[in-house]
């Protein structure tokens, strides 16, 4: 098989990197239109779904709320001791769960056939990000990847959009619980509780999930918003909440007390009050063109380029308002660019892009994700499922080139190439996974290597490897 540059790119620049590029076929677009679809079903065992979760966080919390009265009404800790050993029981639980979501994810990347799918769960998921690192999911983020992006990555922006939104793990992130209407019943009834409206969802969707932050610094270009619009947005959500209460037979609801009345003015346009104006106010929002700018250029960014062409932005753009935001199109229009396929790599891996691309490389499966659950990818500087704000973690060279973070990858790969590497020729590796990505340079540095782990690191740690 010839393999050309565009094969290379497919692989690497698409994919999240293969060891023998021939996998790629002929016809390297063909390889990643035929790709493109609903994702796979995730790889994995002890996994839970968001009821699930939610029952185990309740049990602890009701088992918890026991141990805390009986040690109100009792001196006696033997009485109280099985109370908080099952507690305890019940932590070890969501630890579990939390490591199980990890392997699930990372091993669902590792070993998939469709690797440009899997890039754009990535993509989807930190761009609706959720943390652990709140404190507030207790393992709901694992879930929050399975319902609300992976079902809706082949569908319309406004569906994954809605999914994420009023899924559990979201309203929890983002404080939408706490979140009441000054003027509603709820308000009202508990005037001493101090109930209130809580912005941060409304202002999250707005300027990190749809029109973006560069709108509401200047509210009167197109798509602009103000903080009337966040408030009133604000209002819109109230109602909506995930909360710990055994009665509930589902882990979203909508409560009408909670809800503020009357109707509400969103950049311009009126809604009325109840459940049904968020379906409204989340498909304006979804079709809107600057939102259709925000996503075709992050999409850009991730993929190409720190900077992306403006014109290619503008395409990609102009392809998901012809198609009504549908996901499908946008993620196609990307591989029929042109721009696309130009030389040279310039987006720098991210430790998560890395260390699958290293696994996927050496053909390990999923044996690297044991111990520990992430591969050890934390150590790199990139905690998964736990990132530092609704933001996500950046994907941009400057955010991941500091003198520690680079000298933390070298150990990582180290590490990975002494556990796994014995007995594997780096010199047919190199080759046979970058073609003609494979500078002279790398090829003469592998070759001189004094050991084969070297060899492998050398390799891994290669411009042409850690760039895509």
Known sequence: MNVTLETALAAHRFGLGEPDLAVVGPNPRRWLLEQLGPADAPWGEGLLDSEQTLELLKQRSRRLAQLKKMRGQTQDEAMAQPLRDEAMAYRRQQRLLLEANLRSS??????????WNERLVMFWANHFTVSEASGKLHGLAGAFEREA??????????????ATTLHPAMLRYLDNQRSVGPQSLAAQHQP????????NLAREVLELHTLGAEVSRDP????????????AFAQVLTGWTSVDDPRSDSPTRFEARR?????????????????????????????????????AHKLARHVLADEPPPALVARLRQAYLDSGGDLRA??????????????P???LKTPQEHALSCARLLGLDVRWLTPPADGGIGTMGQSLMRAPSPAGWPDAADDWLAPDGVWKRIEWTQRLAARF????DARALAARALGPLLSENTRQQVERAADGTQALVLLMMSPEFQRR
Request: aromatic share 4%; net charge positive; hydrophobic share 40%.
């Open 421 to 424: 590497g014995d007995g594997m």
């Open 106 to 115: 990372l091993g669902t990347a590792t070993r998939a056939a469709r690797p």
């Open 220 to 231: 009167a270009r197109p798509g602009g918003y103000t903080q009337a619009d966040v408030t």
């Open 149 to 162: 992006i992976r079902p809706h990555l082949a569908g319309r922006f406004k569906d994954m959009l809605r």
């Open 345 to 347: 790599q310039r987006k």
């Open 192 to 199: 001493q509780a101090r109930l209130g409206l809580n912005e």
């Open 330 to 343: 946008l993620h196609g229009a990307l591989v029929q660019a042109p721009e696309a396929w130009a030389a």
């Open 259 to 295: 809800h503020q009345p009357g109707p509400k003015t969103v950049l311009g346009r009126v809604y009325p009050q109840g459940p049904q104006a968020l379906d409204r106010v989340l498909e304006d929002l979804a079709l809107h063109p600057a939102t259709a700018q925000h996503l």
